[in-house]
Nanobody
Framework: QVQLVESGGGLVQAGGSLRLSCEAT????????LAWYRQAPGKQRELVAT???????NYAESVKGRFTISRDNAKDTVYLQMHSLKPEDTAVYYC??????????WGQGNQVTVSS
């Protein structure tokens, strides 16, 4: 069974940094597109960053220059490094993966809280 297991996150002051990790199990990780989404209270889930199998990346305008998505195929893990965090970055962050079976898979979600 394909699973995504997230770790990282927590509480940080504005201007601080955090790193999220998401490990995939029993997937075709190397050829999969991966992404990070986030959902703030009362708001829709939004795309934060994507990374393709060739490590091409894209970012939401709101996080460009502050967040970096990366992948380690040897560890079947995708990361989101977040710098210069702002209170408006507070949200539950989810990793996402499109697997070869054409299904979408989601991590369990990880709370990131940025205090002002």
């Amino acid at each position: 069974q394909v699973q995504l297991v997230e770790s990282g996150g927590g509480l940080v002051q504005a201007g601080g940094s955090l790193r999220l990790s998401c490990e995939a199990t029993r997937s075709t990780f190397r050829i999969n597109t991966l992404a990070w989404y986030r959902q703030a209270p009362g708001k829709q889930r939004e795309l934060v960053a994507t990374i393709t199998s060739s490590s091409s990346t894209n970012y939401a305008e709101s996080v460009k220059g502050r967040f970096t998505i990366s992948r380690d195929n040897a560890k079947d893990t995708v990361y989101l490094q977040m710098h210069s965090l702002k209170p408006e970055d507070t949200a539950v962050y989810y990793c996402w993966m499109k697997n070869i079976d054409r299904n979408d898979y989601w991590g369990q979600g990880n709370q990131v809280t940025v205090s002002s």
